[in-house]
Protein backbone atom coordinates (compact mmCIF):
# COMPACT_ATOMS: atom_id res chain seq x y z
CA UNK A 1 0.00 0.00 0.00
CA UNK A 2 1.16 3.45 -1.28
CA UNK A 3 1.60 5.20 2.27
CA UNK A 4 3.34 8.33 4.06
CA UNK A 5 4.66 7.00 7.31
CA UNK A 6 5.10 8.92 10.60
CA UNK A 7 6.47 8.07 14.12
CA UNK A 8 5.68 8.57 16.75
CA UNK A 9 2.32 9.23 16.46
CA UNK A 10 1.68 11.61 19.68
CA UNK A 11 4.47 12.47 22.25
CA UNK A 12 4.96 14.34 25.21
CA UNK A 13 8.01 15.70 26.13
CA UNK A 14 9.63 18.12 27.69
CA UNK A 15 11.51 21.58 27.09
CA UNK A 16 15.02 20.87 26.27
CA UNK A 17 14.98 17.22 25.30
CA UNK A 18 16.09 16.13 21.80
CA UNK A 19 13.51 14.36 19.80
CA UNK A 20 13.18 13.18 16.53
CA UNK A 21 10.19 12.40 14.24
CA UNK A 22 10.72 10.50 11.62
CA UNK A 23 8.92 9.67 8.29
CA UNK A 24 9.11 7.62 5.63
CA UNK A 25 7.49 7.16 2.05
CA UNK A 26 7.11 4.34 -0.15
CA UNK A 27 6.08 5.74 -2.97
CA UNK A 28 9.70 6.50 -4.64
CA UNK A 29 8.50 10.39 -4.73
CA UNK A 30 11.57 12.73 -4.87
CA UNK A 31 9.20 15.57 -3.13
CA UNK A 32 8.85 15.74 0.66
CA UNK A 33 7.89 18.36 3.16
CA UNK A 34 7.08 19.04 7.07
CA UNK A 35 4.49 20.97 7.89
CA UNK A 36 2.61 21.99 11.11
CA UNK A 37 -0.82 23.08 11.88
CA UNK A 38 -1.94 24.93 14.49
CA UNK A 39 -5.67 26.42 15.13
CA UNK A 40 -6.64 29.45 12.99
CA UNK A 41 -3.11 29.40 11.22
CA UNK A 42 -3.16 26.43 9.01
CA UNK A 43 -0.71 24.34 7.24
CA UNK A 44 2.69 26.15 7.46
CA UNK A 45 5.88 24.46 5.75
CA UNK A 46 8.82 23.86 8.28
CA UNK A 47 11.04 22.18 5.67
CA UNK A 48 11.08 20.87 2.28
CA UNK A 49 13.65 18.96 0.37
CA UNK A 50 13.77 18.43 -4.00
CA UNK A 51 15.51 15.44 -3.51
CA UNK A 52 18.75 13.06 -1.88
CA UNK A 53 20.66 15.74 0.18
CA UNK A 54 18.71 18.66 -1.01
CA UNK A 55 16.73 20.40 1.93
CA UNK A 56 15.34 24.27 1.96
CA UNK A 57 13.67 25.79 4.52
CA UNK A 58 9.91 27.04 4.42
CA UNK A 59 7.67 29.52 6.18
CA UNK A 60 8.70 28.68 9.54
CA UNK A 61 12.09 26.70 9.73
CA UNK A 62 13.55 28.03 13.02
CA UNK A 63 13.97 25.67 16.01
CA UNK A 64 13.67 22.72 13.19
CA UNK A 65 16.80 20.53 11.65
CA UNK A 66 16.10 17.90 9.03
CA UNK A 67 17.98 15.39 6.72
CA UNK A 68 18.07 13.64 3.21
CA UNK A 69 20.28 11.07 3.52
CA UNK A 70 17.85 8.48 1.52
CA UNK A 71 15.26 9.28 -1.09
CA UNK A 72 12.68 7.31 1.10
CA UNK A 73 13.26 8.99 4.30
CA UNK A 74 13.00 12.99 5.61
CA UNK A 75 13.58 13.15 9.28
CA UNK A 76 12.36 16.14 11.54
CA UNK A 77 14.59 16.86 14.25
CA UNK A 78 13.87 19.56 17.57
CA UNK A 79 17.07 19.66 18.78
CA UNK A 80 16.16 21.74 21.67
CA UNK A 81 11.84 21.68 21.93
CA UNK A 82 10.37 24.70 23.47
CA UNK A 83 6.47 24.78 24.33
CA UNK A 84 5.87 27.26 21.72
CA UNK A 85 6.68 23.65 18.96
CA UNK A 86 3.37 22.03 20.69
CA UNK A 87 1.68 21.43 17.55
CA UNK A 88 0.63 18.69 14.65
CA UNK A 89 2.99 17.87 12.48
CA UNK A 90 2.61 16.68 9.00
CA UNK A 91 4.79 15.05 6.76
CA UNK A 92 3.72 14.89 2.92
CA UNK A 93 5.42 13.43 -0.29
CA UNK A 94 4.85 14.02 -4.43
CA UNK A 95 6.23 13.13 -7.15
CA UNK A 96 8.16 15.36 -9.08
CA UNK A 97 11.58 16.64 -7.86
CA UNK A 98 11.43 19.60 -10.09
CA UNK A 99 9.55 21.84 -7.31
CA UNK A 100 6.88 19.74 -6.66
CA UNK A 101 4.70 22.60 -7.59
CA UNK A 102 2.47 20.77 -10.07
CA UNK A 103 1.99 17.59 -8.15
CA UNK A 104 -0.69 17.04 -5.03
CA UNK A 105 1.48 15.53 -1.80
CA UNK A 106 0.01 12.52 -0.24
CA UNK A 107 0.36 13.41 3.88
CA UNK A 108 1.23 11.18 6.99
CA UNK A 109 -1.28 10.33 9.45
CA UNK A 110 0.03 13.48 11.94
CA UNK A 111 2.06 13.31 14.98
CA UNK A 112 0.93 15.55 18.00
CA UNK A 113 3.91 17.10 19.88
CA UNK A 114 3.06 18.50 23.31
CA UNK A 115 6.57 20.02 24.93
CA UNK A 116 6.00 20.84 28.39
CA UNK B 1 -2.20 39.82 3.44
CA UNK B 2 -1.76 36.02 3.75
CA UNK B 3 -0.78 34.43 0.19
CA UNK B 4 -4.16 32.61 0.06
CA UNK B 5 -7.14 33.32 1.91
CA UNK B 6 -10.45 31.50 2.97
CA UNK B 7 -13.95 32.46 4.66
CA UNK B 8 -13.16 30.47 7.75
CA UNK B 9 -16.78 29.18 7.94
CA UNK B 10 -18.19 27.87 9.36
CA UNK B 11 -21.03 26.95 7.33
CA UNK B 12 -23.48 25.40 8.87
CA UNK B 13 -25.78 23.59 6.21
CA UNK B 14 -29.08 21.10 5.49
CA UNK B 15 -28.68 17.66 4.03
CA UNK B 16 -29.06 18.29 -0.22
CA UNK B 17 -28.02 21.93 0.02
CA UNK B 18 -25.62 23.30 -2.38
CA UNK B 19 -22.98 25.39 -0.90
CA UNK B 20 -19.71 26.96 -2.50
CA UNK B 21 -16.69 28.23 -1.33
CA UNK B 22 -14.09 30.58 -2.75
CA UNK B 23 -10.14 30.75 -2.53
CA UNK B 24 -8.32 33.86 -3.15
CA UNK B 25 -4.19 33.88 -3.55
CA UNK B 26 -1.48 36.57 -3.98
CA UNK B 27 0.89 34.85 -6.40
CA UNK B 28 -0.12 35.37 -9.84
CA UNK B 29 2.82 32.93 -10.61
CA UNK B 30 1.10 30.16 -9.11
CA UNK B 31 0.96 26.88 -11.36
CA UNK B 32 -1.65 25.16 -9.76
CA UNK B 33 -4.40 24.71 -8.06
CA UNK B 34 -5.89 22.06 -5.35
CA UNK B 35 -8.94 21.14 -2.96
CA UNK B 36 -8.20 18.74 -0.13
CA UNK B 37 -10.56 17.44 3.02
CA UNK B 38 -9.47 17.53 6.30
CA UNK B 39 -11.40 15.64 8.78
CA UNK B 40 -10.72 16.57 12.41
CA UNK B 41 -7.82 15.64 13.96
CA UNK B 42 -7.00 13.65 10.19
CA UNK B 43 -4.43 14.07 7.61
CA UNK B 44 -5.27 16.21 4.68
CA UNK B 45 -6.81 14.21 1.52
CA UNK B 46 -6.53 15.64 -1.99
CA UNK B 47 -10.07 15.70 -3.07
CA UNK B 48 -9.57 17.26 -6.64
CA UNK B 49 -7.25 18.94 -8.73
CA UNK B 50 -8.24 22.50 -10.57
CA UNK B 51 -8.08 23.12 -13.70
CA UNK B 52 -8.27 26.21 -15.77
CA UNK B 53 -11.11 25.07 -17.83
CA UNK B 54 -12.48 23.86 -14.55
CA UNK B 55 -13.80 20.24 -13.60
CA UNK B 56 -16.16 17.90 -11.91
CA UNK B 57 -15.89 14.84 -10.02
CA UNK B 58 -19.47 13.56 -9.48
CA UNK B 59 -20.67 16.09 -6.32
CA UNK B 60 -17.71 18.21 -6.85
CA UNK B 61 -16.88 21.54 -9.51
CA UNK B 62 -13.76 23.26 -9.09
CA UNK B 63 -13.24 26.25 -10.86
CA UNK B 64 -10.42 28.23 -11.07
CA UNK B 65 -10.35 32.14 -11.98
CA UNK B 66 -6.42 33.13 -12.78
CA UNK B 67 -7.40 36.97 -13.96
CA UNK B 68 -9.37 37.27 -10.42
CA UNK B 69 -6.86 34.89 -8.54
CA UNK B 70 -9.31 33.05 -7.48
CA UNK B 71 -10.49 29.42 -7.07
CA UNK B 72 -14.18 27.92 -5.90
CA UNK B 73 -15.66 24.57 -5.03
CA UNK B 74 -18.98 23.42 -5.22
CA UNK B 75 -20.67 20.71 -3.51
CA UNK B 76 -24.00 19.83 -4.45
CA UNK B 77 -26.53 18.19 -2.86
CA UNK B 78 -25.10 17.87 0.32
CA UNK B 79 -24.29 14.31 2.49
CA UNK B 80 -23.45 14.19 6.41
CA UNK B 81 -20.22 12.64 5.59
CA UNK B 82 -19.33 16.00 3.20
CA UNK B 83 -18.45 17.18 7.06
CA UNK B 84 -15.29 18.44 7.31
CA UNK B 85 -12.66 21.43 6.67
CA UNK B 86 -11.94 22.06 2.76
CA UNK B 87 -8.62 23.38 2.86
CA UNK B 88 -7.58 25.68 -1.36
CA UNK B 89 -3.58 24.65 -1.96
CA UNK B 90 -1.65 27.21 -4.83
CA UNK B 91 1.34 25.58 -5.64
CA UNK B 92 4.49 27.43 -7.07
CA UNK B 93 6.90 25.94 -8.18
CA UNK B 94 8.78 25.22 -4.79
CA UNK B 95 6.33 25.07 -2.35
CA UNK B 96 2.72 24.62 -1.67
CA UNK B 97 0.64 27.23 0.18
CA UNK B 98 -2.42 26.25 2.01
CA UNK B 99 -5.23 28.26 3.29
CA UNK B 100 -6.20 27.87 6.73
CA UNK B 101 -9.59 26.08 5.71
CA UNK B 102 -13.10 26.24 5.56
CA UNK B 103 -15.35 24.28 8.44
CA UNK B 104 -18.52 22.55 6.79
CA UNK B 105 -21.31 21.02 8.95
CA UNK B 106 -23.93 19.49 6.99
CA UNK B 107 -27.08 18.28 9.12
CA UNK B 108 -29.55 15.92 8.77
Known amino acids: EAQVTQNPRYLITVTGKKLTVTCSQN?????MSWYRQDPGLGLRQIYYSMNVEVTDKGDVPEGYKVSRKEKRNFPLILESPSPNQTSLYFC???????????????FGDGTRLSIL | RKEVEQDPGPFNVPEGATVAFNCTYSNSASQSFFWYRQDCRKEPKLLMS???SGNEDGRFTAQLNRASQYISLLIRDSKLSDSATYLCVVNGRDDMRFGAGTRLTVKP
Open chain 1, 92 to 106: ASSLSGDGGGNQPQH
Open chain 1, 27 to 31: MNHEY
Open chain 2, 50 to 52: VYS
